[in-house]
């Protein structure tokens, strides 16, 4: 059985354009023709779209072309390396969230809990994370942290939010990740006027992690059953 481009993008509310796009970037595989010279679909093309369809939200674009590619090259462990390396990430981004939120919590109110409303030296700041100055300064230069000068001493004074930046990179750090990996972190945070707003802006977040996840459950399913496709005899 086989059917038009426009027949097996019609479903999906594509164009017969946007199907033969795809087989000409290998999305698909390759139609035979009739002797006229028009393409002829069949439902392992049916297959290979809904699979993709279905990588795109799951692993983003670039990925989801990468991974169909590699599949209709035969290339089937290649492929699925590329949906391990999707998966991690997840995983990565959960245990980032974590880190944050537990940092986050040690700066609620409570005994020891909440920042000091006056500006901070180093020192003090370092003996309340278990840390020495220099590590403090490290951070300083690697854009993490941007603590004022007293105009007087010219000594190092950390405002509140200051504080809070380095209690965040302390519990990151101890998370295992790298400076140049919480710069970004960081950066989204400071962005946040409050902490209602920067923990709303993590449950959001969470929320897109969510609706990845789901994602990726289902294009899991659907590279599935178009990898046994591949494995059936046409």
């Known amino acids: 059985m086989s059917v038009r481009p426009v027949d097996l993008a019609r479903p999906h509310g594509l164009s017969g354009q946007a199907v033969r796009n795809y087989e000409a970037a290998g999305v698909l595989p390759p139609a035979e023709r009739t002797a006229s010279g028009y393409r ?126 380095a209690h965040l990179v302390h519990q990151l750090r101890r998370s295992g990740y790298l400076l140049p990996q919480i710069a970004p972190l960081l950066a989204e945070l400071r962005d946040a006027p409050s902490a209602a707003s920067a923990a709303a802006a993590i449950a959001e977040r969470r929320d897109r992690l969510h609706f990845r996840a789901l994602a990726m459950l289902r294009a899991s399913a659907e590279l599935g059953r178009y990898l046994e496709d591949r494995a059936t005899p046409a």
């Open 40 to 165: 002829r679909y069949t439902p392992r093309h049916a297959a290979a779209l809904r699979a993709f369809l279905a990588l795109v939200p799951a692993h983003g674009h670039a990925s989801a072309r990468e991974i169909m590619t590699l599949v209709n090259a035969d290339r089937a462990v290649e492929a699925l390396t590329v949906v391990d390396h999707g998966h991690a990430e997840l995983l990565t981004d959960r245990h980032t969230l974590d880190a944050i939120e537990l940092a986050l919590r040690e700066l609620a109110p409570g005994p020891g809990g909440r920042p000091p409303p006056h500006p901070t030296t180093i020192g003090a700041l370092a003996h309340r994370l278990g840390l020495r100055p220099a590590t403090l300064r490290r951070w300083e230069r690697a854009g993490l942290l941007r603590p004022a000068r007293d105009p007087a001493t010219g000594y190092r004074v950390y405002a509140p939010g200051d504080v809070r930046d």
